[in-house]
């Protein structure tokens, strides 16, 4: 694999994310470091996960894990979207198996002014740290994403005080002080900026922004609520780093999900990746679009599946092939690795 990151040999995700022909299309997993690898509950049996989160060197070996067993085009640093609200003292936990919780939520517009400032290098230089020791390791063999929480999820944990179905008291603080709601946005818009970009001075190569909860609002409501914020997030952004933006539940949010920003947009399963290329147009790239539960099924199937999606990126220059959502805890390690191997030897185009 080419080692060079800047130009012609620059690797295939890279260059994918700019949408420069690839001689086969690059792969990534969302949660490719997760709780359906051994090497990694090895580790979570004996650390908390917060604890990793805050150690750089077990950090940065969760980071790395999969790239060796799985063979993927880039690493995605281990760490959380909720790390940045600890220094919001709102106490976040990672309870087992529920999710995270965040025991006392913001619920009014008195709860925002209280906010305390998040001082991001104050905060998380745990994560910088990891992402130097993350980028010393790999020597350019493969590039590293960086990523954060987008201002709606993040919220939506902030306020609802872990995860939710309907999204209420988010959407009550949204509707009954849109002013508190503005405000909260900025703040996060603001600190996730700061962490990318600092994310980005340490080393990472590409950043993805995660709106994994943003399908729940409704298309007008995304474009008052959610957009401005979200673009002046993005335009923030160390220029020449490519930014994927990514959601679930986003079919009918497509469109202006690519007027906020990003070079690549993710694509859940829940659209076929043809027609959700048509909807954010040619002129970005897409990354998708594997339903991860197809990873539970029999290679046959996963086969097929994985043809599929790439038949329907036709060759296309800007196609990151991934799984709409994370890998699901269940899944047999050798259906990973296989789907990526499949990827790699279903596009080769040399
Ligand atoms: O992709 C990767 O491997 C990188 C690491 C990563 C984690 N969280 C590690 C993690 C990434 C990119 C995230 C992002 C994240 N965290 C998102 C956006 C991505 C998505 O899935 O939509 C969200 C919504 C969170 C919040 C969060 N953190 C949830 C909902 C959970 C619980 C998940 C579950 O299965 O119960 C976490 C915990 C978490 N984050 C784990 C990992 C590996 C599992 C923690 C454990 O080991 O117990």
Request: charged share 20%; glycine share 10%; proline share 7%.
């Amino acid at each position: 694999m080419p080692s060079d990151s800047r130009g012609p040999a620059e690797p295939a995700f890279l260059r994918a994310a700019r949408r420069q022909p690839t001689s086969y299309t690059p792969v990534w997993l969302m949660r490719q470091a997760g709780r359906y690898l051994p090497e990694y509950r090895a580790l979570r049996a004996r650390h908390g996960f917060l604890e990793l989160c805050h150690n750089p060197a077990a950090a940065a070996e969760v980071t790395l894990q999969p790239v060796e067993r799985l063979g993927v085009d880039a690493a995605i640093l281990f760490a959380d979207i909720l790390l940045l609200l600890e220094p919001l003292d709102r106490g976040l936990e990672f309870g087992k198996g529920e999710g995270p919780i965040i025991h006392r939520p913001i619920r009014s517009e008195t709860d925002v002014e209280a906010l305390a400032p998040i001082d991001v290098d104050e905060a998380v230089p745990f994560v910088f740290e990891t992402v130097r020791m993350v980028t010393r390791a790999l020597g350019g063999r493969v590039p590293l994403i960086g990523f954060a929480g987008a201002p709606f999820t993040v919220a939506s944990y902030l306020v609802e005080g872990g995860p939710s179905r309907d999204y209420l008291h988010t959407k009550r603080l949204m509707y009954e002080s849109p002013e508190a709601w503005c405000r909260l946005m900025e703040i996060l818009a603001g600190a996730t900026a700061r962490y990318l970009n600092g994310q980005i001075a340490a080393g990472a190569d590409a950043v993805q922004l995660f709106d994994s909860w943003i399908g729940v609002l409704s298309p007008d409501d995304y474009r008052t609520y959610v957009l401005p914020h979200v673009r002046s997030l993005i335009a923030a952004l160390a220029p020449g780093t490519p930014v994927i933006h990514f959601g679930t539940g986003t079919t009918a949010l497509l469109r202006l999900m690519r007027e906020a920003g990003g070079d690549v947009i993710g694509l859940d399963w829940r659209v076929d990746l043809d027609t959700g290329w048509n909807l954010v147009g040619h002129d970005v790239g897409v990354q998708g679009n594997l339903d991860p539960a197809v990873l539970l099924g029999p290679p046959a199937l996963i086969r097929e599946r994985v043809k599929t999606v790439l038949d329907r990126a036709g060759g296309r220059p800007g196609h990151i092939f991934n799984l709409g959502h994370g890998v699901h805890r269940d899944t047999p390690v050798d259906h990973v690795r296989a789907m990526v191997d499949l990827v790699h030897e279903l596009s080769d185009r040399r």
